[in-house]
């Protein structure tokens, strides 16, 4: 495959590039020389897509830089001191919260460890270690902000432009088995990698023509974006998919997109909570499509006290806590950024229609709309559910809204922090449910912003716990208790930190549990 056509490839969904192989594997090519004429235009179209895809992809322009913490390496030294470093998978290492995930790549880094050991004859064991040292502390900086799941229907993406150190080819190795598509590129030479990758796990492809290497911001400044032209192959395709997912009960990745969504409340105990929390939407009882509109089984919990038993409570905690695409808050600062001013909250009065609820197409040309960065679909429902809220605001015990209520709610939303927003556009309606965790700290009760917030969160169909180890959340004062199922454990405890539950759930790991789980 092209470079050119690997950039019009690597985004598709999983299902569409496995075809008919009996199981996905992602790619992992190096790409020497120039391809054709096209190729500062190819990259950047590549780092284009790459940067409109921050959340799954990283790019390196001819390094790979290490944000050096000398306490933290000291640190791990110490603890690498003890550790079989052939065996990396059974050691007490905690880089990501979803075991699986962790298993992932700790069976990566110890292939990708071994394979070094092997290759480069390192002349001590502290050389070693620095390399392991180095291979962990790269994961912390670039892959793990990427807030990886393991149901995400793409893939993870890394490109490396130019020239590469020897022993930083070992890092692209691990990214490849944990999944990563892979992509080296360079316009001039090709070095090292058949001393490195002794398995020929990367397919080298080569082109007659070379160039300097230069950078490649200078390449994709003097590039233009190629745009894609669909091919008689894709039309076929479409009309296959219409066929398989049409009234069949299967739903391929955004295909409701678009839809009308309804919420509806899963009444129930914590018992529920735990066994049903990480369903997707699509299984959970009540889901149903129809007319385009889908109906969302969801969560919205109230959990007062702690449990006797505290490894029941544990579990509890740890179920909610670590499951995919959750935020979780302690106040209403982990919710709000101040993307508006003063002067941009009046102004929201001007937007209003006659029956109360906002101009969409007037409020999207506003100077201070937020959300303008994210697709017309990801728009409208987030627009949507605002005037969902005005027009039915019995979750927020109120008649109707005010002019100065109506701003208020409008400019809070307006608010809600990068995380919260992706989490929205980020929402397969018939796929994993976004979650928030609400822990009250001590005997801390819920603000009126908070509660703004829960409620455009519940008709949006996010899963919702709110923890009040004191019983004393005062969520009652601005939600409608309709909207909420509510549970007291036996005991209240009225100095509960959140600190204190992440000591429960952790149970103590070892080092690196505390530095990276």
């Known amino acids: 495959?092209?470079?050119?056509?690997?950039?019009?490839?690597?985004?598709?969904?999983?299902?569409?590039?496995?075809?008919?192989?009996?199981?996905?594997?992602?790619?992992?090519?190096?790409?020497?020389?120039?391809?054709?004429?096209?190729?500062?235009?190819?990259?950047?179209?590549?780092?284009?897509?790459?940067?409109?895809?921050?959340?799954?992809?990283?790019?390196?322009?001819?390094?790979?830089?290490?944000?050096?913490?000398?306490?933290?390496?000291?640190?791990?030294?110490?603890?690498?001191?003890?550790?079989?470093?052939?065996?990396?998978?059974?050691?007490?290492?905690?880089?990501?919260?979803?075991?699986?995930?962790?298993?992932?790549?700790?069976?990566?880094?110890?292939?990708?460890?071994?394979?070094?050991?092997?290759?480069?004859?390192?002349?001590?064991?502290?050389?070693?270690?620095?390399?392991?040292?180095?291979?962990?502390?790269?994961?912390?900086?670039?892959?793990?902000?990427?807030?990886?799941?393991?149901?995400?229907?793409?893939?993870?993406?890394?490109?490396?432009?130019?020239?590469?150190?020897?022993?930083?080819?070992?890092?692209?190795?691990?990214?490849?088995?944990?999944?990563?598509?892979?992509?080296?590129?360079?316009?001039?030479?090709d070095e090292y990698w058949n001393v490195t990758d002794t398995d020929n796990l990367c397919k080298k492809n080569t082109y007659s023509m070379i160039q300097e290497i230069g950078t490649l911001n200078s390449r994709i400044e003097q590039g233009n974006i190629i745009?894609?032209?669909?091919?008689?192959?894709?039309?076929?395709?479409?009309?296959?998919?219409?066929?398989?997912?049409?009234?069949?009960?299967?739903?391929?990745?955004?295909?409701?997109?678009?839809?009308?969504?309804?919420?509806?409340l899963i009444k129930g105990n914590t018992i529920d909570i735990v066994h049903n929390w990480n369903e997707p939407a699509k299984v959970r009882n009540g889901f149903a499509v129809s007319n385009h509109e889908v109906s969302i089984p969801h969560f919205f919990f109230k959990i007062d006290g702690i449990s006797s038993n505290m490894d029941e409570y544990k579990e509890l905690t740890g179920t909610c806590k670590a499951s995919d695409d959750c935020l979780v808050a302690l106040s209403v600062n982990d919710l709000l950024e101040d993307h508006m001013t003063t002067d941009d909250t009046l102004q929201l009065s001007f937007y209003q229609l006659s029956d109360g609820t906002m101009d969409s197409l007037k409020l999207k040309d506003a100077p201070f709309y937020p959300f303008h960065m994210y697709s017309a679909e990801t728009q409208t429902f987030m627009i949507e559910k605002i005037n969902e809220l005005i027009k039915n605001p019995s979750i927020l015990k109120t008649s109707q809204f005010t002019r100065n209520a109506l701003v208020e709610c409008v400019s809070t939303i307006f608010n809600i922090n990068k995380k919260l927003q992706r989490m929205i556009d980020n929402f397969d309606f018939s796929s994993n449910i976004p979650k928030l965790v609400y822990f009250l700290e001590n005997d801390n009760v819920i603000d009126k912003k908070s509660a703004i917030i829960l409620a455009y969160l519940n008709n949006i169909g996010f899963d919702i716990v709110c923890f009040a180890p004191a019983g004393v959340s005062g969520l009652e004062t601005y939600i409608d208790t309709n909207y909420i199922s509510s549970v007291r454990l036996e005991r209240m405890k009225y100095d509960m930190s959140y600190s204190d539950v992440k000591n429960i759930i952790k149970k103590s790991k070892g080092f690196f549990a505390k530095i990276f789980g």
Not at 13 to 36: D, L, M, N, T, V
Not at 91 to 117: G, R, S, W
Not at 155 to 165: A, D, E, L, P, V
Not at 242 to 260: A, C, D, I, V
Request: overall charge negative.
């Open 1 to 189: 495959m092209t470079l050119k056509e690997l950039v019009f490839n690597l985004w598709k969904p999983r299902y569409e590039r496995q075809g008919i192989q009996s199981e996905f594997k992602p790619i992992f090519a190096r790409y020497i020389g120039i391809e054709s004429t096209e190729y500062n235009d190819i990259l950047k179209t590549l780092v284009t897509k790459a940067r409109e895809d921050s959340e799954h992809c990283i790019v390196f322009d001819g390094d790979l830089p290490m944000q050096a913490n000398f306490n933290l390496i000291n640190s791990m030294k110490r603890d690498l001191a003890t550790m079989d470093v052939t065996h990396l998978s059974t050691q007490d290492i905690t880089m990501f919260p979803n075991a699986e995930l962790n298993n992932i790549f700790l069976k990566a880094l110890e292939y990708a460890v071994n394979l070094a050991i092997k290759n480069e004859h390192f002349s001590n064991d502290n050389v070693r270690n620095d390399f392991i040292i180095k291979m962990i502390l790269n994961t912390f900086t670039y892959i793990q902000p990427l807030n990886m799941s393991l149901d995400y229907d793409g893939t993870y993406k890394c490109f490396y432009y130019g020239n590469i150190q020897q022993r930083d080819i070992y890092f692209l190795i691990m990214l490849y088995c944990m999944t990563f598509d892979v992509i080296y590129i360079n316009p001039l030479k």
């Open 227 to 264: 745009q894609a032209n669909e091919s008689m192959t894709l039309h076929f395709e479409q009309q296959i998919e219409s066929e398989l997912y049409t009234n069949s009960g299967l739903y391929k990745p955004w295909q409701l997109r678009g839809f009308h969504v309804k919420q509806m």
